[in-house]
């Protein structure tokens, strides 16, 4: 039988936590093995510009992919709020078929999607980004800040998760400012003893984009094949 190709949906416990870096990384490492992934980034909003959204090109950079930029991000949004807010703006409502649609075309083959901010932030007037999850079939990786406050993030996710029978990979924490944060220490260990469940990092703060990249990598290793 032939081997299940690698394919993840990267989410977070809220937004801002390190979504794309996991989601890049991801690809480099698979792109590293010779498996030709593709990103998806399905839905996009606070695009400076429609033709250049930075998520969705930043993806495909990291799979050294050609594809369309249609195929790999058909949603997207000027406006810094959550994708189903922005279309709801502008009197729109994103076709939910052309989503399904964009993935018919990558789900054969190793593959990375990424959310949109949080489990609950709207993607339609129908569908959150945990309903796109559960439509794709996709096991999850986490990804939540590696200090205060990530406990009670994390657990309301993973349960949220747990309830729509969503498998989880991994959790991955993630340290997204250069300040001490004495509950550090003890979050990766009490989530792994709570939960049951690996959790990788916490990436360490790195201002150099290359060096925050390379940490990205180095916690992610494990999960690729």
């Not at 590293?32 to 993806?59: H, I, M, R, V």
């Not at 498998?167 to 340290?175: H, I, K, Y």
């Not at 990788?200 to 150099?208: H, I, N, Q, R, T």
């Amino acid at each position: 039988m032939a081997q299940k190709p690698f394919q993840i949906f990267v989410t977070g416990t809220d937004t801002g936590v390190g979504k794309t870096q996991a989601s890049r990384a991801l690809l480099s490492l698979l792109a590293d093995a010779g498996l030709a992934p593709q990103g998806f980034k399905p839905y996009e909003s606070g695009c400076a510009s429609l033709k250049t959204p930075a998520d969705a090109l930043s993806l495909r950079e990291a799979a050294g992919s050609m594809l369309p930029l249609d195929a790999v991000c058909p949603h997207r949004f000027r406006a810094p709020v959550a994708p189903g807010v922005a279309a709801s703006r502008l009197g729109r409502e994103p076709d939910w078929s052309v989503t399904l649609a964009a993935w018919e075309r990558l789900k054969h083959g190793p593959a990375v999607v990424e959310g949109a901010g949080g489990l609950f932030v709207p993607l339609d007037s129908s569908h959150d980004v945990i309903d796109l999850i559960q439509t794709l079939r996709l096991p999850v990786l986490l990804v939540a800040r590696a200090g205060l406050g990530t406990l009670n993030h994390t657990a309301l996710s993973l349960q949220a998760l747990a309830a729509r029978r969503i498998p989880v990979r991994a959790v991955l924490l993630s340290r997204g400012t250069s300040g001490r944060d004495i509950s550090e220490r003890d979050n990766r260990a009490l989530l792994e003893a709570r939960h049951q469940l690996p959790v990788l990092g916490p990436v360490p703060f790195e201002a150099d984009a290359r060096r925050r990249h390379a940490a990205f990598r180095r916690a992610l290793r494990t999960l690729v094949p």
